[in-house]
C-alpha cells in the first residue's frame, strides 16, 4: 500500500490551478491504487511554530553534541513532529504557486523547521550530507500567471526561482525521483486560463497512470 502526503501550498482552495493538478493526480491514482492511504498538510491551516530561540538553540546543541533543555526539548519535538509525515510517506505531493517568482512563504517557512540535522538529512565529516527522503518519489504541481517561456518578458532562465529552488531542497532531503507538472498563463484571459488548466489536468493523469503502474 501507498502512503501518499500532500503538501497544500496555496491559500486559494478550489480555485488554486496547482491544487487542481494536485487533486487530479490524486484522484487518478487513488483509481489504479484505491488502497493508498493519503495524508494531507495544508500549509494554510497548520500551526507552523516560529523558528525561535529555543528551536534555534536546541539545533546547535544537537549538533555539538549536548544534552537538551526541557525548553529547547519542546521546541525539537515540534519540529519533529512535522517532519514525520515526509519520512511516513513514499509518494510526496506538493502543490506549488508561483509567488513573485518564488514560493509561498508558508512553504519556505515549513522547509526551514524541517530541514534540520536528525529530521529530513544527517551529517558526518566521513560520509558528509545524507538525506532521509531516500527513495520516495515526489511529484510536484507548479501553477504561474505568466507567460515564462523562452521568448517571452519573463523567461524562466531569469525569472523562475520556484521549481529550481523546489527540486533543489527534494534532492537535498534525498529524494532523487521528482516529477513535475507546469500550468502556467492562468493570468492571460479566461480562454488561455482554462486551456492550460486542462492541458494540467491531462498531464496529471498521465504521470498518475504511469506511476501507479510503476509501484
Not at 82 to 95: N, Q, T, W, Y
Not at 107 to 114: E, G
Request: aromatic share 8%; charged share 25%; with cysteine.
Amino acid at each position: 500500500m501507498t502512503t501518499l502526503l500532500h503538501i497544500e501550498c496555496s491559500p486559494r482552495k478550489h480555485r488554486s490551478a496547482s491544487l487542481e493538478a494536485a487533486h487530479g493526480f490524486i484522484e487518478r491514482y487513488r483509481h489504479h491504487r484505491p488502497a493508498t492511504e493519503v495524508m494531507t498538510l495544508d500549509l494554510w491551516s497548520e500551526p507552523l511554530p516560529d523558528l525561535d530561540q529555543p528551536a534555534m538553540d536546541a539545533k546547535y546543541a544537537a549538533l555539538a553534541g549536548l544534552a537538551l533543555s526541557p525548553e529547547q526539548a519542546k521546541a525539537w519535538q515540534r519540529l519533529e513532529a512535522l517532519g514525520a509525515p515526509l519520512l511516513k510517506a513514499d509518494l510526496i505531493v506538493l502543490s506549488v504557486p508561483l509567488w513573485n517568482f518564488g514560493i509561498p512563504y508558508k512553504l519556505k517557512h515549513f522547509i526551514d523547521l524541517v530541514s534540520h540535522k536528525g529530521i529530513l538529512f544527517e551529517f558526518s565529516p566521513e560520509r558528509g550530507l545524507e538525506g532521509l527522503l531516500g527513495g520516495r518519489i515526489a511529484v510536484v504541481t507548479y501553477a504561474r500567471g505568466l507567460d515564462f517561456s523562452a521568448q517571452s518578458a519573463t523567461p524562466a532562465e531569469r525569472f523562475d526561482f520556484q521549481k529550481p529552488y523546489v527540486e533543489a531542497w527534494l534532492q537535498f532531503v534525498g529524494i532523487t525521483e521528482v516529477h513535475s507538472v507546469t500550468v502556467e498563463k492562468t493570468l492571460l484571459g479566461q480562454d488561455m486560463d482554462e486551456a492550460s488548466r486542462r492541458a494540467g489536468a491531462e498531464q496529471a493523469h498521465a504521470l498518475a497512470d504511469r506511476l501507479a503502474g510503476q509501484r
